[in-house]
């Protein structure tokens, strides 16, 4: 048995580097060394003065841009009027309006039918409550996921999430979750999805029948790959056929990232649960939802909760965002317009320099540019951060350039961001 000395109290403190005091877990300040003080739109300034283009958006979190002032009106007066901020999951007058709002202006339009749990403030909290209750309603274990996809931190959300470096920091074994090739996994070679069709149904498989499928419509982490809207269909009718649930992970690539406001939506299919956060509050702000198909409604009332489930700012935000971004079509129309612009950029980038074989992919403003090689990629996001540029890399190798941008970026920035991308790409491929 050790003892341990009493601890001594000091009474001087002495003030520390708040960076040596942060955990050495932390990643985004290391890619983008500067203190951010405000942010506009699609504007971040330094605490120096210094002005960056922002293709980042929180990663799919600021779809309308940093501090919209109408969203920003909604969560002041929110403060102001001393309205209910920490509700847990009691009913108040912003949850009734968030929830009468969502409903009139996003899933009636889309004739879709879904009940909406609160499932945590995060889109790891929205992923556990969807497995968990896909479990509970067919008495199945495990859950088909997809190669090279991402679905959050947490034990259950990792044990779908491809990365290996981020599954190794569970130091457990990730179990119940079956990798499946995602849409054009074997490069054309192989028909990749009859992969999954007939391990379900040959018997000598040795796949047991999973509880639910998740999958991103975009892998956003994964390297921007976005499916096929044939393979989505093919999936979905495989799910039914075998009574498999369907749970499509909409938290990065939902809240009109790809045009419409569910990204499922262009291929027509229906998914038996939907996962969002990310862009859902518009402002920022912490929020998840799980929407289930009313069937699926098995729940016992608290069996599933959590502390932060009913923030009052983010209900309001959210519920002024539905109303500014989605009583018509304008704003999906100028994501689709926009998306079509970066492509097309992007395509003359590839043609400029062919022999480096550079990939274009995306849909809407979810644009990748593969570039070579990870180093290749690091090398242009790093020299566009001097050029004042915050854009990403992301793929299994991080050697995809990931464009995230708000989808209110005015196109004059969107233009200047492109030429940013335009020369660092080709300075690290002339390098
Ligand atoms: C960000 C993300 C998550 C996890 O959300 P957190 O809020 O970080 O827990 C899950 N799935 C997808 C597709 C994401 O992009």
């Known amino acids: 048995m050790t003892m341990t000395a009493p601890i001594e109290k000091t009474t001087t403190t002495e003030r520390r580097d708040p960076v040596e005091l942060e955990s050495q877990v932390r990643s985004y300040s290391r890619s983008w060394p500067a203190v951010f003080t405000h942010a506009k739109g699609s504007i971040l300034t330094a605490e120096d ?15 309308y841009g940093h501090n919209h002032p109408e969203l920003k009106q909604a969560v002041v007066d929110h403060f102001l009027e001393d309205r209910v901020v920490h509700g847990l999951d009691m009913f108040t007058d912003v949850r009734r309006e968030f929830l009468q709002s969502f409903d009139e202006r996003i899933l009636q339009p889309r004739g879709l039918d879904y009940k909406v749990a609160f499932p945590g403030p995060g889109g790891a909290n929205a992923v556990e409550a969807a497995l968990k209750l896909a479990r509970k309603v067919t008495g199945r274990e495990s859950v088909v996921s997809f190669t090279n996809g991402f679905h959050g931190m947490t034990l259950g959300a990792l044990s779908v999430t491809g990365n290996s470096m981020k599954r190794g920091g569970a130091g457990i074994p990730l179990v119940h979750a079956t990798p499946m090739p995602y849409d054009d996994y074997f490069g054309q070679v192989v028909p990749d999805f009859m992969y999954l069709e007939a391990l379900l149904t040959d018997g000598g498989s040795g796949l047991n ?53 569910f990204s499922f939506e262009e291929a027509g299919i229906v998914p038996d649960m939907v996962t ?16 289930l198909k009313p069937e699926l ?11 932060f489930r009913g923030f009052g700012p983010a209900f309001a935000s959210a519920t002024r965002a539905f109303e500014l971004f989605w009583s018509d079509d304008a704003l999906e129309q100028s994501t689709l317009a926009k998306g079509a612009y970066v492509e097309g950029r992007f395509n003359q980038l590839a043609a400029r320099f062919a022999e480096h074989e550079l990939v274009v992919k995306g849909r ?68």
């Open 49 to 63: 003065g210094r002005e960056y283009l922002d293709f980042f958006a929180g990663a799919g979190t600021l779809n």
């Open 209 to 261: 029948k999973p509880a639910a499928v998740i999958v991103e419509t975009v892998q956003g982490e994964g390297g921007i790959n976005a499916a096929r809207a044939e393979w989505l269909r093919g999936l979905a009718a495989l799910c039914a056929e075998h009574e498999i649930l369907l749970i499509v992970d909409d938290i990065q690539m939902g809240c009109g990232r790809t045009g419409k406001f």
């Open 276 to 291: 969002l956060s990310k862009s859902i509050s518009g402002y920022g702000l912490p929020m998840a939802l799980t929407l």
């Open 297 to 307: 409604d098995i729940w016992e009332p608290g069996e599933h909760n959590g502390t």
């Open 364 to 431: 809407g403003l979810a644009r990748g540019l593969q570039m070579p090689s990870g180093e290749l990629a690091g090398a242009v996001t790093a020299r566009a951060f001097e050029e004042g540029l915050l854009v990403e890399t992301s793929g299994p190798s991080d050697e995809v350039v990931k464009l995230l941008p708000a989808l209110t970026i005015p196109e004059d920035q969107l233009t200047r961001g492109l030429d940013i991308i335009d020369q660092t790409v080709a300075e690290a491929l002339s390098a």
